[in-house]
């Protein structure tokens, strides 16, 4: 019960740590990027967004199941985008 317990404490601080570090490297980018229907930036971008999450869960020694959870949750918080990517421009 004390391991699901620090397993689940520990998916809800790789979300959270991932959504802030994520939000402040957007902050950084250059204005009208986010907006960019580019395919090539697009693809950039989720491949940095989830390299900080699988990162993030790394450290935290969670697993693959829980790292792309995780990604899911966040790549489509920090884009608004839904779980369908065949959509992208």
Do not use: W
Request: aromatic share 6%.
């Amino acid at each position: 019960m004390v391991m699901d317990n620090n397993h689940e404490e520990s998916i809800e601080a790789v979300t959270k740590m991932s959504l802030q570090f994520l939000a402040e490297a957007i902050g950084q980018c250059p204005a009208g990027l986010e907006s960019s229907t580019n395919r090539d930036i697009v693809f950039a971008v989720l491949g940095f967004q989830y390299g900080a999450v699988q990162s993030a869960s790394y450290v935290a020694g969670l697993d693959e199941t829980a790292s792309a959870s995780i990604a899911e949750d966040v790549v489509s918080r920090i884009n608004g985008m839904d779980r369908d990517l065949n959509s992208l421009p």
